[in-house]
């Protein structure tokens, strides 16, 4: 079995978890970054990773997602929100609703992660509006900061073993 990891990163977050992934799998593997392998029909496994955004995931990994004909797919994800959120489940839902109709999602996962000084620092105007600087949110972006850590790596490794092991 022949595995490919994605990922498509911000700040270093979803590259670092496609590490500890790819670092997992066994057999047959490569890792690289989205946009720059548009050729899938040697693996039997494709995982794709992303960060969160417009509870989605972010525009180069859309466009991946989008493009992988044929093939079982799992889906990964970092975000600045309670990976047990409903944003998360958002997240990662529409994020393998992209996936063409011939593909298939054989799992998702999506942890915790550092998000970019945008949404922490000065924001404009209409940032403040549609997500407003709450004592919560705060401290949700302070936790984010530690993440993803060791036992976040740990999890995204076991869940990539047990993707493939299904197969």
Same mark, same amino acid.
């Given at each position: 079995?022949?595995?490919? +990891?994605?990922?498509?990163?911000?700040?270093?977050?979803?590259?670092?978890?496609?590490?500890?992934?790819?670092?997992?799998?066994?057999?047959?593997?490569?890792?690289?970054?989205?946009?720059?392998?548009?050729?899938?029909?040697?693996?039997?496994?494709?995982?794709?990773?992303?960060?969160?955004?417009?509870?989605?995931?972010?525009?180069?990994?859309?466009?991946?997602?989008?493009?992988?004909?044929?093939?079982?797919?799992?889906?990964?994800?970092?975000?600045?929100?309670?990976?047990?959120?409903?944003?998360?489940?958002?997240?990662?839902?529409?994020?393998?609703?992209?996936?063409?109709?011939?593909?298939?999602?054989?799992?998702?996962?999506?942890?915790?992660?550092?998000?970019?000084?945008?949404?922490?620092?000065?924001?404009?105007?209409?940032?403040?509006?549609?997500?407003?600087?709450?004592?919560?949110?705060?401290?949700?972006?302070?936790?984010?900061?530690?993440?993803?850590?060791?036992?976040?790596?740990?999890?995204?490794?076991?869940?990539?073993?047990?993707? +493939?092991?299904?197969?």
């Amino acid at each position: 079995m022949k595995s490919l +990891v994605l990922w498509s990163s911000r700040t270093g977050n979803t590259k670092a978890l496609a590490e500890a992934i790819y670092d997992a799998l066994p057999g047959e593997k490569e890792i690289g970054e989205e946009g720059r392998i548009s050729d899938f029909s040697g693996y039997d496994m494709i995982f794709v990773g992303f960060w969160a955004f417009r509870r989605g995931a972010d525009m180069v990994a859309r466009r991946t997602l989008s493009s992988i004909h044929g093939k079982k797919v799992a889906i990964f994800g970092t975000a600045g929100t309670y990976p047990d959120s409903p944003a998360a489940h958002d997240y990662l839902e529409n994020a393998a609703a992209l996936l063409p109709d011939d593909s298939t999602c054989a799992g998702t996962f999506i942890c915790q992660g550092r998000v970019h000084s945008f949404h922490v620092g000065k924001r404009n105007e209409h940032a403040q509006k549609v997500h407003p600087m709450t004592p919560e949110r705060l401290v949700r972006l302070q936790e984010a900061e530690k993440h993803p850590d060791g036992e976040d790596f740990k999890k995204a490794g076991a869940w990539a073993l047990e993707i +493939v092991n299904k197969l």
